[in-house]
């Protein structure tokens, strides 16, 4: 696309990386095998060994960020820059950079990264709080219609080998979690799986959100030492009185099965109960209630989760108690994110943690 729009217009294009020591570790090969694809723009590019020109006097400028800063502050008039592995790119260079690249009246800046640390530079600029006109896509390996066979035999290996947060930042482009530190670490799988009626459930549950927190519904059901979540639903600023629409589209006759909820929102409650979920009920708490529900839900061999429920999939992986910024200590805090549809799991199966059949020490 670069190498297009560069054809298209005379542009001056800035290709920068954190860690660049030679041309051999740029963009440069990249581009040039793009335009060795198509014969009208290896037609159009003078390709030297450390630079592109177009025949329209578009040019390439390659720079690395970290020894070259300055040198990337005096650059004028650059309409497009390109940022390869943004995800090193620490604050300091997006400050130094943005001030410089955006001084065209049209000018762009594409980053490019394999997601790692969520709360990154590069996480919090462009997927926690993207600027209005920007636009983040995330890609992975079945978006890619040329992506090989061969490639595929060894990422259905890997789904195998590996525990999932490990395969998802692999291949799917999730965040590199500590797994010591998640709290259902090698506890819970996604598979394919119909619940038959021999199997305890369904136990539905709920929890309430708007803005930033999402409205997070799921139906799960237990069968021998073994927790399964078969649906979910919700999302972010649904109304009260919408609620148990959305829940609807997203859980087979979820009105007809009693459903649990915070119970610190009783107001919420009697809301959605006549709003299309008449049999919501309050999910008991006590002191200690969360510590115990994450017990309970260890206490299971294994948690399941279907392949649709990916919401739930993410927290799976992502919820986590703190770990010591210094030491690295995982500390018996929890981490206030990514719980919402694991908060709902633990109200749908609430009454079973403090007594009745299933409890504490059952497995």
Same mark, same amino acid.
């Given at each position: ?7 298209? %217009?005379?542009?001056?294009? $800035? ?25 009208? #723009?290896?037609?159009?590019? +003078? ?50 950079? %943005? ?18 640390? %969520? ?23 079945? +978006? ?41 670490? /090698? ?18 549950? @709920? ?5 930033? +927190? ?12 073994? #927790? ?6 919700? /999302?972010?600023?649904? %109304? ?41 009920? /309050?999910?008991? &708490? ?6 115990? /529900? ?15 429920? &990916? ?12 770990? +010591? ?8 805090? $929890? ?18 943690? &403090? @007594?009745?059949?299933?409890? $504490?020490?059952?497995?």
């Amino acid at each position: 696309m670069a190498a297009v729009w560069g054809y298209a %217009e005379p542009l001056r294009i $800035l290709c920068t990386r954190e860690f660049q020591a030679s041309i051999s570790e740029s963009f440069h090969a990249e581009l040039k095998a793009a335009i060795a694809s198509e014969p009208w #723009l290896e037609a159009h590019y +003078d390709v030297g060994v450390d630079y592109l020109k177009g025949a329209n006097g578009t040019q390439f400028i390659f720079r690395g960020l970290r020894r070259n800063v300055q040198s990337v502050k005096s650059l004028a008039k650059i309409d497009l820059t390109i940022v390869e592995e943004a995800e090193d790119v620490p604050e300091a260079s997006w400050l130094a950079l %943005e001030a410089t690249v955006f001084r065209q009246p049209f000018s762009e800046l594409w980053a490019l990264w394999n997601p790692r640390l %969520e709360g990154s530079p590069v996480d919090n600029r462009f997927r926690k709080t993207p600027p209005e006109n920007a636009i983040t896509v995330e890609v992975n390996h079945f +978006d890619n219609p040329f992506f090989p066979p061969t490639l595929d035999i060894l990422r259905k290996r890997e789904q195998e080998r590996l525990d999932p947060a490990t395969y998802h930042h692999v291949w799917e482009g999730g965040y590199l979690v500590n797994s010591d530190a998640q709290v259902l670490a /090698g506890k819970w799988r996604v598979a394919e799986f119909e619940p038959s009626d021999s199997w305890d459930g369904p136990y539905q549950g @709920g929890d309430f959100g708007y803005a930033q +927190d999402p409205t997070a519904a799921v139906r799960c059901y237990i069968h021998g030492d073994t #927790l399964y979540v078969s649906h979910e639903a919700g /999302g972010r600023a649904i %109304e009260l009185d919408d609620i148990g629409n959305k829940v609807a589209d997203g859980i087979p006759s979820f009105a007809d099965y009693v459903s649990r909820w915070d119970s610190a929102s009783p107001g919420s409650i009697s809301i959605i109960s006549r709003n299309g979920i008449p049999r919501a009920q /309050g999910a008991p &708490k006590w002191q200690g209630s969360v510590d115990d /529900g994450i017990r309970y839900l260890r206490a299971f061999r294994e948690i399941v989760i279907h392949p649709r429920c &990916k919401a739930t999939i993410n927290e799976a992986r992502l919820y986590s108690y703190k770990v +010591d910024r210094l030491t690295g200590d995982i500390l018996p805090v $929890l981490v206030d994110a990514n719980n919402h549809y694991i908060d709902a799991i633990r109200y749908a199966v609430s009454p079973m943690i &403090k @007594g009745g059949r299933y409890n $504490l020490d059952a497995f």
